[in-house]
């Protein structure tokens, strides 16, 4: 089986992706230099490599012999990029670059990239298609949107096989529910948990489509092994339908309080039939599905 590497294995999407390439047998390194990830979340038989992506001499090293490389390290999140763009860039951006440069040294075969449904900000078709023109809201969008492009001439320069996952709104086990702009299915499970009103944003009438992170997991996986990817192909990954947040916070149940509002699009929803096409993928666990599982691992049901 392959060695890989996992960029920030230790976060919420990293880590459970690692739990599945232990599965399968693969040799998985986590690089994470721990700031917003936890030791905690670290499958053992995976091996830690505790450094930070923007540190190009120090990551260099661990990409040696490495087939795979999944890039998921990132300070994720809109509203802190907005507060510090400079940071943020740092991270997303340069760090990003610093991947692709140590994969493109040590010739790695493949590097999947987690992109992000921020980078199209508002559009006016829905669903939404992978050749529509991005329109990023913030600085988190717009570095992410360059990661893309950065993963594309990566491939079409050097020769390093590239393939972008535009994922749409991740929840599940692990997701972060702390802060004012937490994942909005853990923070409410979490105000739930704590017996708080659940607090929705502006009018709660904004719908998203929304992605179980077992279905993202499986989208690299199968991102990692398709013969039809790996020229810096964009790939939507998301639900084929979308729920406004007044619907789930229903299906988390509870009062509810409505707070200021923030600049956000208004809607998501992307169209997949590329992800079917190319990896043989389509969103297999449902929203109702997925938080009532939720609710149980919460001891809420």
């Not at 260099?60 to 795979?68: A, K, T």
């Not at 007044?246 to 699009?265: Q, T």
């Amino acid at each position: 089986m392959p060695k890989v590497i996992v960029t920030g294995g230790a976060g919420f999407i990293g880590s459970n992706l690692v739990d599945a390439l232990i599965e399968r047998g693969d040799e998985v390194l986590v690089l994470d230099n721990l700031s917003t990830g936890k030791k905690e979340n670290i499958n053992p038989k995976a091996k830690l490599c505790e450094a930070d992506i923007r540190d190009l001499k120090k990551i260099s090293p661990f990409f040696e012999g490495v087939e795979y490389v999944f890039h998921l390290a990132a300070y994720p999140r809109v509203q802190p990029s907005i507060e510090d763009p400079l940071g943020t860039h740092d991270i997303n951006v340069n760090g990003t670059l610093n991947v692709l440069m140590a994969a493109r040294v040590s010739k790695v075969k493949r590097v999947i990239y987690s992109a992000s449904s921020s980078a199209y900000g508002d559009q006016e078709i829905f669903p939404t298609r992978e050749d529509f023109l991005p329109r990023p809201l913030s600085p988190y969008g717009l570095q992410k949107y360059i990661g893309e492009h950065y993963a594309r001439l990566f491939s079409l320069l050097y020769g390093v096989e590239t393939v972008s996952l535009r994922y749409f709104n991740v929840y599940g086990p692990r997701a972060s529910s702390e802060g004012a702009y937490a994942l909005v299915v853990a923070k409410f499970l979490k105000q739930k948990k704590e017996g708080m009103p659940l607090t929705i944003v502006p009018d709660g009438t904004q719908s998203r489509a929304y992605s179980h992170v077992y279905d993202v997991v499986r989208a690299n996986i199968l991102a990692m092994e398709s013969d039809k990817v790996g020229k810096g192909e964009v790939i939507n990954i998301g639900g084929d339908k979308d729920w406004s947040v007044n619907e789930i916070a229903k299906m988390v149940g509870g009062p509810s309080v409505f707070i200021e509002a923030r600049i956000e699009p208004k809607k998501s929803l992307p169209d997949t039939s590329k992800a079917r096409e190319l990896l043989g993928w389509q969103s297999k666990i449902g929203l109702e599905e997925g938080i009532l599982e939720l609710k149980k691992m919460y001891g809420l049901e």
